[in-house]
């Protein structure tokens, strides 16, 4: 069944699909036939011969998505009206939080931090194959905590266990394989469950301040210098290096970036952060969460860049827009130049402007 079947008939399907739901539910069981994934390669970026480059993700059946929905839904409800909830740090599956409040929130911290002297360093995590290499014990472990029924710990074993996948490439298929690891890319309980299984990184971060959006994970400190900020950045990441191998986590040095802030717009000195003997790349920008952050947060770099992509769209429509009603006119500047001019606009356009 695909997704266009099931919107054409969803009248004569809610039926079914709603006492499959609840059976699923009820039963603490999770149909073995909705665990099988055709895995499809995503080029991300850089050498398009080097298979890292690729992000896999899975094609899963229309109606396991839509159990897994309504599965969500009712996770996060428990978890925002519960103590038992994500970490406050996480901005990830929080009602009233978005990218746009992570960012708001850490560039404001960051300022803050750089009026009062000094330098912020900031260490931005990459994990290697985070979403793979999650242990299915250890998962059902830290849910235990959030005080989930056992109804539901029992549901969510059995939506883990026993899955298969085969990858897709043009029209043809691999052989099919189980694995008993990781959570499926493409799924919507997978970065919930991803963010439930870091809920506790921020506890083993003494010392430092964590933000996290799922996995996208910033560690920051304040001190009086670049030097200083590096060598305690360095002594969080070796609790942090700790906490990740026992969560059958890996981090990714050669990704993983250091950077620090400073209100002076030339600062030559040099500061290191070292993960496990390994020095970390330093840089002087960064995109998180779709902003490039600079050392001294002017955003020029993403306001020229939004300017690039803007006028990069502005030229394709002059080809056209004598073809165009002014309705279609309408739908291709707000879906292709206006999200480029406001997307998280709350957390950036100040601090630019005045600069």
């Known amino acids: 069944m695909d997704s266009t079947f099931l919107k054409n008939y969803k009248e004569s399907l809610i039926g079914p699909i709603t006492k499959v739901t609840n059976t699923s539910i009820g039963l603490g069981v999770f149909p073995r036939v909705w665990k099988s994934a055709i895995i499809t390669a995503i080029f991300k970026s850089g050498d398009p011969a080097n298979v890292s480059n690729y992000r896999p993700i899975s094609i899963l059946p229309v109606v396991s998505k839509v159990v897994e929905k309504c599965v969500a839904e009712q996770l996060i409800a428990h978890l925002n009206n519960s103590p038992f909830t994500l970490h406050s740090m996480q901005f990830g599956f929080r ?31 990459d994990l290697r194959k985070a979403f793979d290499t999650v242990n299915h014990e250890i998962l059902i472990t830290k849910l235990s905590k959030f005080n989930f029924s056992p109804d539901a710990l029992r549901w969510m074993k059995s939506y883990l266990e026993c899955r298969t996948q085969c990858v897709r490439v043009s029209n043809e298929l691999s052989p099919t394989r189980s694995y008993d690891v990781g959570l499926p890319q493409g799924s919507i309980l997978g ?81 290191d952060v070292y993960v496990s003997g390994e020095k970390l790349q330093v840089v002087s920008d960064f995109k998180y969460l779709g902003i490039i952050l600079d050392s001294n947060l002017s955003f020029k770099k993403h306001v020229k860049k939004v300017i690039q992509i803007t006028k990069f769209n502005l030229a394709n429509f002059r080809f056209i827009r004598n073809c165009l009603t002014t309705e279609v006119a309408k739908l291709y500047f707000k879906s292709m130049i206006l999200p480029h001019l406001t997307y998280c606009l709350t957390s950036w356009a100040k601090l630019a402007i005045q600069h």
């Open 191 to 271: 970065p919930l469950l991803f963010s439930l299984y870091i809920n506790d990184l921020p506890s083993v971060c003494t010392g430092s301040e964590v933000q996290m959006y799922a996995d996208d994970t910033v560690i920051y400190v304040h001190a009086k210098s670049k030097q200083q900020a590096a060598q305690e950045l360095t002594t969080v990441m070796v609790q942090v290096t700790k906490w990740l191998s026992d969560s059958c986590l890996h981090l990714n040095v050669k990704k993983t970036v250091c950077m620090f802030f400073t209100k002076r717009a030339t600062d030559a000195t040099e500061a």
């Open 95 to 125: 009602a009233k939080h978005s990218t746009e409040t992570a960012n708001c929130f850490l560039l404001e911290n960051v300022k803050s931090k750089m009026d009062k002297g000094g330098a912020v360093g900031a260490v931005f995590l």
